[in-house]
């Protein structure tokens, strides 16, 4: 699953200027018709390092989390690729 999340992020990052977690879970949500509890139970722990490939920097922007209603009052750290055409 974080071979996905990583998938879907470098897609949003090439088609928008920021990205979060939660933007990835959509796409995978959407790209494999899975539900939301699925892409959480499966991916756990390692939301966190769906950014973490060496592609990524932070904006220093955070978003508020919506998806998930035990996760309503975490930030999400946003995110830019360093280099868009990568």
């Known amino acids: 699953m974080l071979g996905l999340m990583r998938r879907a992020a470098h897609y949003l990052g090439k088609t928008h200027a920021e990205v979060h977690i939660e933007m990835c879970y959509r796409e995978v949500i959407r790209w494999y018709d899975i539900g939301l509890k ?6 756990d722990g390692a939301a966190g390092s769906v950014f973490k490939d060496g592609f990524w920097v932070p904006t220093g922007r955070y978003v508020r989390a919506t998806m ?3 996760n309503h009052a975490r930030e999400h750290k946003v995110w ?6 990568a």
């Not at 699925?38 to 991916?43: H, I, M, N, R, S």
């Open 68 to 70: 998930n209603v035990r």
């Open 38 to 43: 699925e892409a959480t139970d499966v991916l």
């Open 80 to 85: 830019r690729l360093k280099d868009a055409s």
